[in-house]
Structures are given as structure tokens and as C-alpha cells.
């Protein structure tokens, strides 16, 4: 799935802390894969200004990021409660149009 910075940082923050092993097994090895590495750090001009993350938006082309059925369940439970309890941002909107409208 193609993912912009904002939605990796988006994902990564609503990922789980807590769970089953399965389940924390699988956002382990998905936060891996949402991280940025020293080359997108550079390509993307990525720094930390306080609590705020900063990057150059021209630069971010996506990356293409997979994500098996059992992490697209999780993902998906996270991004319905966050519905459910009305806290959805705009932050959350393309993650839940990717996730949840498009099943």
C-alpha cells in the first residue's frame, strides 16, 4: 500500500501498545516497516522541532509498504474505534478511506 509520510506517522501513532502476543508480534514487525530510514530521513529532509515533525512534502512520493490481512485487521480495529468513540481527526481520514472504505 502506498503511504505518505503523514499517514506512516498517522499509523504509527494509533498502532496498539497493548495486546495479545499474535498482536503485538505483528505491529512490531509493522511499525518496522513504517519507520523511516537514514535515506528517507535525507531524501525527505525529516526533523524534529519539538513535538512537531517536519519534512518536505514535495520530496514524499509515497512508499509502498505491505501489509498482510492480520495487520490490516488490526489497523482496521484501531482506526473503527477511534470512529466509534468519535475521535477520528483529520490526521485519520485517508487512513480510513485506505482501510476501512475501501474493504
Keep these: 500500500m502506498l503511504l505518505k ?3 506512516r506517522v498517522t499509523l ?3 498502532l496498539p501498545e497493548q495486546g495479545d502476543y499474535l498482536t503485538l508480534k505483528i ?3 509493522l511499525r518496522e516497516a513504517l519507520s523511516f530510514d537514514e535515506a528517507e530521513l535525507a531524501l525527505l529532509k ?3 522541532e519539538g513535538n512537531q515533525m517536519k519534512w518536505d512534502a514535495e520530496a514524499d512520493e509515497g512508499k ?3 501489509i498482510g490481512e492480520k495487520a490490516t485487521d488490526v489497523v482496521v480495529g484501531c482506526l473503527k474505534k477511534l470512529n466509534d ?3 477520528l481527526t483529520q490526521q485519520h481520514y485517508s487512513l480510513y478511506e485506505k482501510f476501512v472504505e475501501s474493504k
Excluded: H, S, T, W
Aim: hydrophobic fraction near 45%; aromatic fraction near 0%.
Design 27 to 29: 505491529v512490531r514487525k
Design 46 to 48: 525529516i526533523v524534529q
Design 5 to 7: 509520510v503523514l499517514d
Design 12 to 14: 504509527l501513532g494509533i
Design 85 to 87: 468513540e468519535k475521535k
Design 64 to 66: 509502498d509498504i505491505e
